[in-house]
Structure formats: structure tokens, C-alpha cells
């Protein structure tokens, strides 16, 4: 069981800069790949970027890519969202999630990969 807590979420202008954190229970959390995804009011929540056991393979949504970047240290059991020139429709919940453990340096892209959730931290994005 990955218990998993999102925080760093908050209110910014266009064009700044927020990195979320999701911090991880248990012992486990170097076993799986993890992921962000996110949903604004009215939408299917979507993906933004995963990232491998390792942290050796990252993956990103066309909408974010190059813009932002998932980290992760397995020493401190945490996962990263840096986000710079944020855009008002970057707006939105903002949810890491933990994929069933592998023993692949893998990385998953679909929401019906990972089976733990954080209960999400709202970035909202004023222009």
C-alpha cells in the first residue's frame, strides 16, 4: 500500500514558475513508477508526465513538454513537478499517482496504470 500526499500547489501570473512535491509512505516507493496528472473544471482529468523507478526515463504530455520537468529522489521517497512559464490553461488539479511496482525501468502514461493517488493540490494560473 503507497499512501501519497501532493503539496506546492497555489496561485501564480502567467509565465511563473511552481514545483510540486508528492510525498510517498512506506517502503516500497523505489519499485514504482510514478506519475502527474491533472483536471481542470469541466475536463477529463489528463496526463502530464511520468517517470521510472530509476528516474532514468521520463515521459511528458505534448501540452507541457519542455515547459515541465518530473524528478524524483527514492531516498527521501518524494516525486517532483517542476513547472516554469506556466499558462492560465495549465490551471487545474494537479494529482501524482504511484503504478503497481515493476522490476522494469518503465514508464506508464495511462491512468488505468497506477493504482494509488494522491488527493491533489489545485495550481490555479491568473493572466
Known amino acids: 500500500q503507497v499512501q501519497l500526499v501532493e503539496s506546492g500547489g497555489g496561485l501564480v501570473q502567467a509565465g511563473g514558475s511552481l514545483r510540486l512535491s508528492c510525498a510517498a509512505s512506506?517502503?516500497?516507493?523505489?519499485?514504482?513508477?510514478m506519475g502527474w496528472f491533472r483536471q481542470a473544471p469541466g475536463k477529463e482529468r489528463e496526463f502530464v508526465g511520468a517517470?521510472?523507478?530509476?528516474?532514468?526515463?521520463?515521459r511528458y504530455a505534448d501540452s507541457v513538454k519542455g515547459r515541465f520537468t518530473i524528478s524524483r529522489d527514492n531516498a527521501k521517497n518524494t516525486v517532483y513537478l517542476q513547472m516554469i512559464s506556466l499558462k492560465p490553461e495549465d490551471t487545474a488539479v494537479y494529482y501524482c499517482?504511484?503504478?503497481?511496482?515493476?522490476?522494469?525501468?518503465?514508464?506508464?502514461?495511462?491512468?488505468?496504470?497506477?493504482?494509488?493517488w494522491g488527493p491533489g493540490t489545485q495550481v490555479t494560473v491568473s493572466s
Open positions: 517517470i521510472s523507478r530509476s528516474g532514468g526515463t521520463t
Open positions: 512506506g517502503r516500497t516507493f523505489s519499485t514504482h513508477p
Open positions: 499517482a504511484a503504478a503497481i511496482r515493476t522490476s522494469v525501468d518503465t514508464v506508464a502514461v495511462t491512468s488505468d496504470s497506477y493504482h494509488y
